[in-house]
């Protein structure tokens, strides 16, 4: 394949995409940079749905009751800072899990194929694409744990080493204690 910026007669990805007008390369540019907006917004949603997961975990251990919570804590953790759980997604919250990934990878791979057509209109399409889907589909949200005042700082430095979204709300605001 060669670097190409033919507009009519351009073929991708089968013989019924093939473009006879301007006016079906325009859609088709379109198309290419709207399936890469959908591609960054199945990401969206696959984030969105783990911290839902996170959240709903979150919520089960903190509607424990006291004595039922102390099963989760061994010896002495109660005094060194937070104690991580590990939780598994059911059966149902994977299939969802796997279908967010599966639809996430196929996209992606669709959008490769048409890049590998080496055709100038099309790869800026899918940058464009690729701008506009970071612009509306990514929020850019990100948390940081602050230490109170008179905490030990060695909490507040062990709740920022732990994994991100594995802080336990109550960890994080330091309520709850």
């Given amino acids: 394949m060669l670097w190409n910026w033919t507009t009519i ?3 991708f990805l089968s013989s019924t995409w093939h473009i006879n007008t301007a006016g079906q390369f325009a859609v088709s540019c379109i198309a ?4 890469v907006v959908v591609l960054d917004f199945l990401r969206l949603l696959s984030k969105q749905y783990e911290e839902h997961l ?3 975990f979150q919520r089960y251990v903190a509607a424990q009751t006291t004595s039922d919570r102390m099963q989760f804590f061994c ?17 149902l919250q994977q299939l969802a899990r796997a279908l967010l990934h599966t639809l996430q990878f196929g996209l992606a791979y669709i959008i490769m194929l048409i890049a590998m057509y080496y055709n100038g209109y099309m790869i800026i399409s899918i940058f464009l694409g690729a701008f506009l889907g970071k612009v509306f589909c990514d929020r ?3 948390r940081v ?3 109170r005042p008179g905490a030990r700082t060695t909490d507040a430095t062990k709740a920022m080493e732990m994994e991100p979204g594995k802080q336990t709300e109550e960890w994080t605001t330091g309520c709850c204690g």
């Fill in 145 to 147: 744990v602050v230490a």
């Fill in 75 to 91: 010896g002495d953790s109660l005094e060194h800072g937070p104690t991580v759980l590990t939780f598994r997604a059911s059966p």
């Fill in 140 to 142: 850019g949200e990100y």
């Fill in 32 to 35: 290419v940079a709207f399936l």
């Fill in 9 to 11: 007669d351009a073929c």
């Fill in 54 to 56: 996170q959240r709903q």
